[in-house]
Nanobody, 121 residues
């Protein structure tokens, strides 16, 4: 049974940092392009970042470029999202996802519960 577990969210002040983790069971993250998507209340789901399986290339939405960094630890079967200089508009539930093929592919239908990030003073 495939399970994704996101963690690391919380309440942080603007300008602060958080590191999200995505641990998987029944699924080898290293074999797939893995990304983070987020959904804020009343808004469409947004792709935030992705890391490829082939060469570790990384991709970022323009809204987070220069502030967020995605990485993976294959030995721990975990993917991380380091988020710095957080803004109130980063407030959302963050989910890790796996893609068919590349980061441009469709998202696989494996969803964790997500982790809530709230950026507020």
């Amino acid at each position: 049974q495939v399970q994704f577990v996101e963690s690391g969210g919380g309440l942080v002040q603007p300008g602060g940092s958080l590191r999200l983790s995505c641990a998987a069971s029944g699924f080898t993250l290293a074999d797939y392009a893995i990304g983070w998507v987020r959904q804020a209340p009343g808004k469409e789901r947004e792709g935030v970042s992705c890391i490829s399986s082939s060469d570790g290339s990384t991709y970022y939405a323009n809204s987070v470029k220069g502030r967020f960094t995605i990485s993976r630890d294959n030995a721990k079967n975990t993917v991380y999202l380091q988020m710095n200089s957080l803004k109130p508009e980063d407030t959302a539930v963050y989910y890790c996802v796996a893609y068919w093929g590349t980061c441009a592919g469709r998202i696989m239908n494996y969803w964790g519960k997500g982790t809530l990030v709230t950026v507020s003073s």
